[in-house]
């Protein structure tokens, strides 16, 4: 193969990977912020504490039993999906909750709060070093002849996105909890007039908005190798930017944003200069904000007096 | 009893559930590089004692927030400290008395303690700036410190490729500041609340990465080293230079305290103020908004860029490390804990920040944690931080209170 297609080819799959993992965690951020109008500034930190839940897990079993790779990935996976929702939840209860009818900004305030809670009880509970992270997912056979083009694990984390996207998808559209999350992102009073609860609606946003972090999170970690307590920060703005490029508040501008932000990071880094691949993110948004507001396919949102 | 019990059922309930929510981080430690596991089991007693007490008063601190009650108890006070305040022959006598304190500290204490102090009073400059743009002008702006570099490395590159001295690069650090407020005020113009704040961020990130990979120009990662300390007509002992830089220190917060006194009661400051509590509204009144959102860029930058050129000044060392987003923070801390809007507040919540970890080594790693939960947890029960502002009030009648 010519090896400047080879490397195109190589960037633009690295790119999807990238895209993958955004979308997963960015569809937390677009779900809450839909149904409470709130940055949830948490929300990288729940990514990470699923990657790090994964990994106690997974490296216990792996040290003292003798269980199969896939066996141990499925339950770290399990076990991660479990602690990120309940720390979401746990999350919600504590800091958001109360504040749901104070100004923006002291929401806001309380979620950076929550961002730092989060990530220096990690560090302390835990180490400051990055943790070497042994890849459960095993290498399949047919995709061998191609390992310089595509490794096991992006195609998992490809597809998994996928099954998780078409998932939500049908959650939102066909079930009876995902008319009650659509009611209540329209009108907070008004799907309370007609019967729905909302603290449930909300539990049940963060609920599934933080397992697929955690999904993200373990595929992350899986791909990268190793983790520490400061893997959320970053991520999480990159998700909130790929978010805020989608138009915030709309799944399917999300999932658009978080490829178009994939993309871009990965040609850039890998045809202008890898030193500013954290730039790209935030020259995006900063365009994004002053070009189009509302996002590719979000709303123009009127104010009214 | 009945009350006591289910009181205590509840904060049982969250006592087990913290016990889940934190087993694996808190007991397990695994290493995965050389495959040890060691469990703490202790970690989870603590946390059973823990939540259960924590849960309880949590509860009815929130309680009481409902009921209001703490509002009129702290107006009452307050209302007694006011009067204290005012009395004329009390504010002659404690002024002169602080005088006295301040100019005295450097020759009575160790200069270690001097340098610290310094550093507080800097903070307190940088909180007083701060607030400006979330005091008066209702804008989070999560990348205050990249305004502070701005003014270090103004004084670092202008030492480095002119040789240009400290009072050289004071007013220009404070001017460089004020620019780059401009240049970042500038497209996040349209941009309110939770969208500016990230935004803010994601340029305070784009600095520090600039000041990273410039290296030719700004050296990049190592910093720009041996920047001289300030001169008194000649170059100073390390001691009289750490003095010196205390006086100076002390000058600029006087005069932050000044400028913003006087701009409170002005037509930009009331300007900025409407602007805060309604955009729209004050569009309505005739308030240029565009100018109005660049002049607290402006005048929050000013503070930040001067107090940049006094830290290349102590610490003769700068480098893109020190300005990072946990610096933003930190000063927003400084902010909210102390008021928001409020001079006497930000000034207790800079000293609250920098000293508390100073003194109390101990808690040193615990730092960032508590300042976390002191976000939170100002947010939740006191969002007008430990002194509140007061606000002019007229009433009716022409009597002004």
């Known amino acids: 193969m010519n090896p400047d297609v080879k490397y195109f080819l190589q960037l633009v799959l690295s790119g999807l990977t990238k895209g993958s993992i955004y979308a997963l965690i960015a569809l937390g951020y677009t779900m809450v912020y839909g149904i409470i109008k709130l940055i949830n500034f948490a929300h990288g930190e729940i990514y990470m504490i699923g990657a790090f839940t994964a990994l106690i897990i997974g490296g216990v079993l792996q040290i003292t039993t003798e269980l199969s790779p896939l066996v141990i990935l499925g339950i770290s996976l399990v076990a991660a999906v479990f602690y990120s929702a309940a720390y979401g939840v746990t999350l919600e209860k504590i800091a958001y909750k109360p504040l749901r009818n104070a100004p923006r900004l002291t929401a806001l305030i309380s979620a950076i709060g929550m961002s730092l809670i989060l990530q220096n009880f990690v560090l302390l509970a835990q180490t400051s070093d990055f943790l070497p992270f042994r890849s459960m997912i095993p290498d399949f056979s047919f995709l061998i002849p191609g390992k310089s083009l595509l490794t096991t694990t992006q195609l998992v984390i490809m597809v998994t996105t996928f099954v998780v996207m078409l998932f939500l998808t049908l959650l939102i559209k066909f079930t009876r909890m995902g008319k009650a999350m659509r009611a209540t992102a329209q009108d907070k009073v008004m799907a309370q007039l007609v019967g729905i609860d909302i603290n449930r609606v909300i539990t049940f946003t963060f609920v599934i908005g933080s397992a697929t972090a955690a999904i993200g999170g373990v595929l992350i970690a899986n791909h990268t190798g190793q983790i520490n307590f400061y893997i959320g920060f970053l991520a999480g703005i990159k998700a909130f930017v790929a978010a805020v490029l989608g138009g915030i508040g709309s799944i399917p501008g999300a999932v658009l944003g978080s490829f178009v932000l994939g993309m871009t990071e990965s040609l850039g880094a890998g045809y202008i200069s890898s030193a500013y691949d954290n730039a790209f993110a935030f020259l995006i948004l900063i365009l994004i904000l002053i070009f189009k507001p509302s996002g590719l396919l979000g709303r123009n949102e009127v104010e009214k007096v | 009893m009945n009350r006591l019990l289910s009181e205590a059922k509840k904060s049982l309930i969250t006592s087990l559930w ?384």
Do not use: C
Request: proline fraction near 3%; avoid cysteine; hydrophobic fraction near 55%.
């Open chain 2, 18 to 401: 913290f016990m889940v929510l934190t087993f694996p981080l808190l007991v397990i430690k695994v290493n995965t590089r050389d495959n040890t596991v060691v469990w703490r089991w202790m970690n989870l007693l603590w946390v059973a004692i823990g939540a259960f007490g924590l849960s309880w008063i949590w509860r009815r601190m929130l309680e009481r927030r409902e009921k209001g009650n703490t509002r009129i108890q702290s107006s009452a006070w307050r209302e007694k400290v006011t009067v204290f305040a005012s009395n004329r022959k009390f504010q002659i006598s404690g002024l002169s008395t602080l005088a006295l304190v301040v100019v005295l500290f450097p020759f009575l204490v160790k200069f270690y303690q001097v340098g610290i102090v310094t550093s507080a009073l800097m903070f307190v400059i940088l909180g007083l700036g701060l607030n400006i743009v979330i005091g008066y002008g209702g804008l989070l702006h999560l990348g205050y410190a990249a305004f502070y570099a701005v003014g270090a490395y103004s004084y670092g590159l202008m030492y480095l490729y002119w040789g240009l001295p400290f009072w050289v690069a004071l007013p220009f650090g404070a001017v460089s500041g004020a620019l780059f407020g401009l240049v970042i005020g500038f497209p996040v113009l349209r941009l309110r609340g939770d969208y500016l704040a990230i935004v803010t961020l994601a340029f305070g990130e784009i600095i520090r990465l600039l000041l990273e990979n410039l290296s030719g120009f700004t050296k990049g990662p190592e910093g720009i080293a041996q920047i001289p300390r300030p001169a008194f007509f000649t170059k100073l002992s390390l001691q009289g230079a750490t003095t010196y830089l205390y006086f100076i220190a002390i000058a600029l917060v006087l005069l932050a305290i000044f400028v913003i006194k006087r701009l409170e009661d002005s037509r930009v400051g009331r300007a900025l103020e409407a602007m805060r509590d309604d955009e729209i509204a004050a569009q309505a009144m005739g308030i240029d908004l565009t100018k109005a959102k660049l002049t607290t860029f402006a005048l929050g930058a000013v503070w930040a860029g001067m107090v940049g050129v006094v830290l290349a000044g102590k610490t003769t060392y700068i480098n893109p490390g020190s300005f990072t987003l946990m610096e933003s923070v930190m000063i927003l801390v400084a902010v909210v804990l102390g008021g928001t809007g409020s001079i006497p507040g930000v000034i207790l919540g800079a000293f609250l920040v920098t000293l508390i970890p100073e003194y109390f080594r101990a808690l040193a790693d615990y730092r960032m944690l508590m300042f976390g939960v002191a976000l939170v947890v100002m947010s939740i029960f006191r969002p007008q931080g430990i002194i509140p502002r007061v606000r002019k009030r007229y009433t009716v009648g022409g009597g002004k209170e």
